[in-house]
């Protein structure tokens, strides 16, 4: 792509024409895509207006530039690489040609369900090829993707269908992950039992078990694609029609859905997918994120398919059939860039280095980390056991909300340092904030971490409620974007990201609200008020400690009884990730008078630092604090 970065100063050079010239910036990299109609304007509006809009008039189709953009040059080269969850079981290729087959026909087999441009679609699938067939299929006809990750429950589906008023739900009859299988089809049928909206459901056969399939609304995918077109032209979208809703956790109430468009997503996720990477042609490249989260949407579909690259999609699980499973992935298909989350490498680190050393890794030229802040010791052994010393490790910083990596090293081309992100993306301008909204110009100091100006792929709203995404992002620092990360700046310029600022656990890379989890604990049967905070976890970077109290009647049950009651209310409503790692039952929670938890006082609590709270003047009741700390020690950790 012209837009590749090559070196550090070239770096340099494109992040200050950014900041003195943005539009022009933007435009030329804009005008790199295709273009059905040309924009009028580069940008309008700002964070203060009620909406921002990119490339405004612009008539753009991502899929034409994913797809047919690539077509008279790269028609026999591997789009998508696929390895089964089972290593017995063989790879699946599909070329740029076979990928726009597949795409266009699944496209006009949608349409033949009714499915019309701005009508939303729910994908609840596992890591297949038609997984990205159908996302890029919805994209092809200009319907809304919402992918909803597959560990999802039943409840959390429901919710997420709902809000969306989805239409078409498209599954499979079972998920595959290690020796586990999920009833896919069965939990749809569970989330739809009372939906008003979905009219279909498209259940792609992975494992060929048995399901319901109730005439008239569940058709098997093979029986529907069959008769239908491999040519179905890309839908002239306006450059801000939208292209996905993703759900994502934020500190309070239920997960929103953030809203992403065709024109700034598609040459913000090209753009840095190309530079922060630095994909050559013939490369394969491969992320390990699951499409459910939005690494997948912008780094193993869009972003490389954009690029014309490679992308490998795996069905399985890092330690399937053992902790080498990746690295024989790697070998096995002369990976040349990797990207992962620290909770893989930490999981992998613990299994020793003989796993990693028993493949051949002499492909690899860049590592990447994404989804919580790397510790040194993750980085160190990714660099030298993984990596052989040899490679670049860009640790990727961003967001749902930003649509693609803000904040990163360019493979090779910047300088790195452990622990940090390092240097915006050009285009990019980050800001630290104190809480007043003064900006921190002194380096070496924890800020609130905000972005200054607009850039192509940020959110443009939260589906269904607009006022949500102003309070959330834009209000609380006027002209700024909020990210709710905490974050310092060296004296280099590099950016270290602390962690989340406000309630949000970061599970695994995964985030969850507080008030989600503590709403689903307080569904428990005798569960009266409950308080959630994240506590250091050696493997998952946080992990879930739980105050609960409970009422008199529940005295007669064990405390196994209710930690499990509470446990299975939380898989209920969202799922097994986010389950809590402890569960301490408590007869009062550390309020102030004016009824606020004191959660730095349970913060402390559960990272086992007993002494040293601080201020406790303002508690209703101090001795709650002893009480909280010897229910602590006595906790049995899992
Ligand atoms: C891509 C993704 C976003 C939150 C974000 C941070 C944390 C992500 C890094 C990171 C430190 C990183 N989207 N985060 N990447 N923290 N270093 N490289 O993860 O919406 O699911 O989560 O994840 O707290 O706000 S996300």
Not at 281 to 305: E, F, M, R
Request: hydrophobic share 35%.
């Amino acid at each position: 792509m012209s837009f590749q970065i090559r070196s550090f100063e070239a770096y340099q050079k494109a992040w200050g024409k950014s900041q003195d010239t943005p539009d022009e910036f933007w435009r030329d990299i804009a005008n790199t895509f295709d273009w059905m109609e040309p924009f009028s304007s580069v940008k309008t509006g700002n964070f203060q207006e009620e909406h921002v809009r990119w490339f405004e008039d612009g008539k753009v189709n991502i899929t034409a530039n994913a797809l047919d953009r690539h077509l008279p040059t790269k028609a026999h080269e591997t789009a998508i690489l696929w390895e089964p969850n089972d290593p017995n079981e063989s790879t699946r290729k599909l070329s740029y040609t076979e990928l726009s087959d597949q795409t266009c026909q699944f496209g006009n087999a949608l349409k033949s369900l009714g499915v019309k441009k701005g009508d939303r679609v729910v994908l609840y699938m596992p890591m297949t090829p038609e997984l990205a067939i159908a996302v890029l299929a919805c994209a092809r006809i200009g319907a809304v993707h919402s992918v909803v990750f597959a560990g999802f429950s039943a409840q959390a589906l429901a919710d997420r269908i709902e809000d969306a008023q989805a239409k078409v739900v498209i599954t499979a009859d079972e998920g595959r992950r290690g020796i586990k299988t999920t009833p896919l089809k069965a939990t749809v049928d569970a989330a739809i039992a009372n939906s008003t909206f979905v009219e279909s459901v498209v259940v792609q056969k992975v494992t060929g078990a048995d399901c319901q399939m109730e005439s008239g609304k569940s058709i098997y995918w093979h029986d529907l694609i069959a008769g239908h077109s491999t040519i179905c032209p890309p839908e002239p979208m306006d450059s801000e029609d939208l292209l996905f809703i993703l759900y994502t956790s934020g500190s309070t109430g239920k997960p929103k859905g953030v809203v992403h468009v065709h024109g700034g997503y598609m040459v913000y996720a090209g753009y840095t997918f190309s530079n922060v990477f630095q994909y050559e042609p013939g490369d394969v490249y491969w992320c390990t994120a699951d499409v459910g989260w939005i690494t997948g949407h912008s780094y193993i579909i869009y972003g490389p398919l954009l690029n014309g690259a490679t992308t490998l999609m795996f069905e399985g699980i890092p330690t399937y059939p053992d902790p080498g499973r990746f690295w024989e992935i790697c070998a096995k298909h002369q990976v040349n860039q990797f990207y992962t989350a620290p909770t893989a490498i930490r999981s992998l680190m613990a299994a020793g280095t003989e796993p990693v050393l028993r493949h051949d890794l002499s492909s690899l030229k860049v590592l990447g980390s994404v989804g919580e802040p790397i510790n040194e010791e993750a980085w160190q052994w990714y660099h030298d056991i993984v990596g052989q010393k040899r490679c670049p490790i860009v640790d990727t910083w961003w967001q749902t909300e930003t649509g693609g990596i803000m904040i990163s090293g360019l493979g090779g081309l910047s300088p790195q340092k452990p622990a940090h992100a390092g240097y915006p993306i050009p285009g990019i301008h980050p800001v630290l904030l104190d809480p007043n909204g003064q900006e921190i110009k002194e380096n070496n100091v924890e800020g609130l971490l905000c972005i200054a100006h607009p850039w192509p792929s940020m959110i443009r709203t939260t589906y269904g409620d607009h006022e949500r995404c102003r309070n959330t992002y834009f209000n609380p620092f006027p002209g700024h974007y909020f990210t709710g990360d905490g974050a310092k700046r060296d004296e280099h310029g590099m950016y270290r990201i602390i962690g989340r600022v406000d309630d949000v656990i970061n599970v695994s890379g995964h985030r969850f609200g507080t008030a989600e989890i503590e709403s689903a604990i307080n569904e428990t049967a005798g569960a009266i008020e409950s308080a959630v905070v994240g506590f250091p976890h050696d493997i998952k970077g946080q992990g879930i400690h739980a105050f609960v109290i409970l009422d008199a009647k529940s005295i007669h049950l064990t405390v196994d009884q209710l930690e499990q009651a509470a446990q299975n209310a939380v898989i209920h409503s969202i799922g097994k990730i986010a389950c809590p790692d402890r569960i301490q039952f408590v007869t009062s929670l550390p309020k102030t008078r004016s009824g606020k938890i004191m959660r730095r006082i349970l913060r402390k609590v559960a990272e086992g630092e007993f002494e040293s709270f601080g201020d406790t003047s303002t508690l209703l009741d101090p001795t709650c604090v002893d009480l909280l700390v010897s229910g602590a020690k006595q906790l049995k950790t899992k």
